[in-house]
């Protein structure tokens, strides 16, 4: 069947709007006697809110193999919902039962894309309301902002489709986790606008917001890897890796960006030494990662600021996590629950310096 089918598109899109209605209509209750600012920072906490369990659902969609449980985009085999395509999907999962399409996976998948849709009209509603906010004078932060949000969640929609009509091209499912987080970290930036919590940093301890941001960027997408090419279980034990210190490794053939799920650098089999470098690559990250982390918290309890020390145990917090969630992924055989917990560390992580940077900017613009 072909990768698109555009004939539920229509009653797609009113679904979202009456979803997406749902939360706009609780806020506008809600918030019905307050000042349109209000409003605007309910609907921008609400979509922060939704975004961060968007970006863990995908990864329970990507965890369950149900990324493929509709194979066509953006409906499920031309119908608005599984229960349109119910006999599509009983053919193909009687075809094969542990195959990428079953009842269960076509649910999940669509659920995810419902959820994407719904922070998708969150996303028109907040751009809509921060440039009336602009013209009636109310505005508390530039309008830009939530049109480049905007902006990138239609990307990231893009890239959704591209998921699926790829079948999981690795380089894309990756980049498709890198923009959830990006979208998280705008709207993260937004959210503290309508705090007003400056953050007085020293200089050093700035840049080291930074740094770990830039550290935490490149190791997400180093765990992003591993988790779009299957490589968690590459090694099993710790802190050895299949019994060894420096395990045999195919970097060449498990960082070629360019090719197939399953696929080498010159489009035959993925040997399993390039899936031992992509995971050993990761740790090896993890523990740079985690010692930035470490740093950043000593910085930042060292300036004996008490804003300052409630963020380094936060930090702390997150770097606990991370280890936990991390090691229980390669001892315990890659269960469900810390593959989820992991990847919402990485969000949490994402969020937190994101808002960490908001509130250092707000001090020295006040400065």
Request: proline share 4%; net charge positive.
């Amino acid at each position: 069947m072909a990768s698109y089918d555009l004939s539920p598109l229509l009653v797609l899109a009113l679904l979202s709007l009456l979803l997406g209605a749902l939360p706009l209509g609780w806020i506008a209750f809600r918030h019905r006697h307050a000042a349109p600012g209000v409003r605007l920072r309910a609907l921008t906490f609400l979509t922060l809110f939704l975004t961060f369990d968007l970006v863990v659902f995908g990864a329970f969609t990507r965890l369950t193999d149900s990324g493929l449980g509709c194979p066509d985009w953006p409906g499920c085999y031309g119908s608005a919902s599984p229960l349109g395509a119910h006999a599509d999907i009983q053919t193909a999962q009687t075809a094969m039962p542990t195959g990428p399409v079953t009842h269960g996976k076509a649910w999940v998948e669509m659920v995810h894309r419902y959820l994407a849709s719904v922070v998708g009209v969150l996303c028109i509603a907040l751009a809509i309301a921060s440039w009336r906010a602009q013209r009636l004078g109310h505005a508390v932060m530039s309008p830009w902002w939530a049109t480049a949000t905007l902006v990138w969640v239609c990307v990231q929609g893009a890239f959704g489709a591209l998921t699926v009509t790829m079948k999981l091209y690795p380089a894309i499912v990756t980049a498709h986790l890198l923009g959830g987080l990006a979208l998280l970290g705008l709207l993260a930036v937004q959210s503290q606008a309508y705090l007003r919590a400056p953050l007085s940093l020293p200089r050093a301890v700035h840049r080291g917001v930074w740094v770990v941001l830039v550290l935490s960027i490149i190791q997400i997408t180093l765990g992003g890897w591993v988790s779009t090419n299957y490589a968690v279980l590459a090694c099993s034990d710790f802190p050895t890796c299949q019994g060894q210190w420096w395990p045999e490794m195919d970097f060449e053939h498990g960082f070629a960006v360019l090719r197939e799920l399953g696929t080498g650098k010159d489009g035959g089999y993925l040997p399993f030494a390039a899936l031992t470098a992509i995971h050993f690559t990761h740790r090896v990250g993890a523990l740079i990662v985690l010692g930035a982390m470490l740093w950043l918290a000593w910085g930042l309890l060292a300036t004996r600021n008490l804003a300052a020390r409630r963020w380094a145990w936060g930090l702390f917090g997150i770097a606990v996590w991370q280890l936990a969630s991390g090691l229980s992924n390669v001892v315990l055989g890659w269960p469900l629950v810390a593959a989820l917990a992991h990847t919402a560390g990485a969000a949490a992580l994402i969020t937190l310096l994101a808002v960490m940077l908001a509130r250092a900017r707000q001090a020295r613009a006040g400065s």
